[in-house]
């Protein structure tokens, strides 16, 4: 395509209220990201509630600065996107039915995206050469899957979360040895102060061939071992149950994605969502893809967690393809990958 293709993008399907401009699906031109973490912070976890309202309040300033901020006019832009799905089904109406509106009053195509399609395409923008089939790894706070993707838009589910997303365990662990919302990083950081081998956490297989993860197991686990060393009176090393917690997760998502790799004879794998930013993920899947010869791709930090930007470049290679959403399309909370 000779002609540059500029989308503006919202997301809003949880905690962040964030707008971008992409440029052909790979060049960032703004990504403005306003985080909730601070107020839900207070109750330990994402109020929906407040969380739609909090984006009410913000969308229109961020949406401007988004704008301002790419050095775009707001109707040079070639499309408006807009994450309808899954998530949050009140914080997903407000960025759907804003974007609908500028789509609507610029006279622009409109383009839902689904957000774990975002997610994945972070690597896309991180990664300028990288082209589909590869193998992902998605992990976030309200996702875990397998996925391999053999084309743009083109996704088949290899394993999935059987109960808890990985960030959602990660959050629950935190809580429970009083380190706060949100866990994940929490973890990440008490982990380097504590021994990884100090505790042996359950890893969840299934007796079948499934690739799937079960996680819940896991959280009882380790909310059992606290419960006991509290009845003896004895004092926990939270730093040793935040490694030992971690080191079993990263044991079992680096397993089952080298495994889904072999399966499909594919040397590359591209992990994403917020857990994709773990340390020690990145450290384990680094080095156990060394020993298999593939290549083990991440986006930076800030496109991992919820962002725009990698709404935006979805978008694009649905745009490339011809793909327009109607106007009146709804949020769909439990939206699944592939599916329009
Ligand atoms: O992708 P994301 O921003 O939102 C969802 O779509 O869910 O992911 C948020 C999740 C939270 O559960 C958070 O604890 C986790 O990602 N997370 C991490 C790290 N940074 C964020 N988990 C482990 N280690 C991290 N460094
Ligand atoms: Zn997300």
């Known amino acids: 395509m000779d002609k540059d293709i500029n989308i503006l993008a919202i997301e809003s399907s949880c905690d962040e209220t964030a707008a971008a401009v992409v440029r052909n699906g790979r060049e960032v031109l703004s990504n403005i990201i306003a985080s909730q973490i ?55 109406l ?24 975002g997610h994945i395409s972070a690597n896309f923008i991180e990664h300028k050469d990288l082209e589909p089939p590869f193998v992902c790894l998605v992990v976030s706070g309200g996702h875990t ?11 088949e589910t290899i394993g999935e979360t059987r109960d808890d997303a990985a960030g959602e365990a990660y959050d629950k662990v935190a809580r429970a040895i009083g380190l706060g919302y949100p866990g994940g990083p929490k973890i990440d950081k008490l982990s380097k102060e504590g021994n990884e081998q100090a505790i042996y956490f359950p890893r969840a297989s299934f007796h079948d061939d499934s690739l799937d993860f079960s996680f819940s197991g896991l959280k009882s686990s380790v909310l059992n071992y606290i419960n006991k060393m509290e009845m003896k009176g004895e004092e ?89 959403s109607s106007l009146d399309i709804n949020a769909m909370p439990n939206l699944k990958l592939g599916e329009r």
């Open 94 to 117: 407000v960025g759907l039915q804003y974007a609908k509106g500028l789509a609507y009053a610029l006279k622009k195509p409109f383009i839902g995206v689904n957000h774990i399609e």
């Open 236 to 324: 926990i090393n939270k730093a040793d149950v935040a490694a030992s917690f971690q080191k079993s997760v990263v044991d079992v998502l680096t397993e089952n994605v080298i495994r889904t790799c072999k399966l499909k004879k594919v040397d590359r794998i591209a992990i994403a969502g917020g857990v994709a930013s773990n340390s020690r993920l990145r450290q384990e899947l680094i080095a156990a893809g060394e020993k298999n010869n593939i290549s083990v791709l991440f986006p930076s930090p800030i496109l991992c967690t919820d962002n725009a930007a990698m709404i935006g470049s979805a978008a694009y290679f649905e745009y490339i393809k011809g793909v327009r």
């Open 145 to 155: 899957f397998i996925v391999y993707m053999k084309d743009y838009g083109v996704f």
């Open 38 to 92: 601070d107020i839900h912070k207070k109750f330990g976890g994402v109020v929906p509630e407040v969380a739609s309202r909090k984006h009410i309040e913000v969308i229109n300033a961020v949406t401007q600065e988004a704008i301002e901020a790419s050095k775009m006019r707001m109707q040079d832009i070639d499309a408006v996107a807009v994450t309808y799905g899954p998530g949050l089904v009140g914080a997903l």
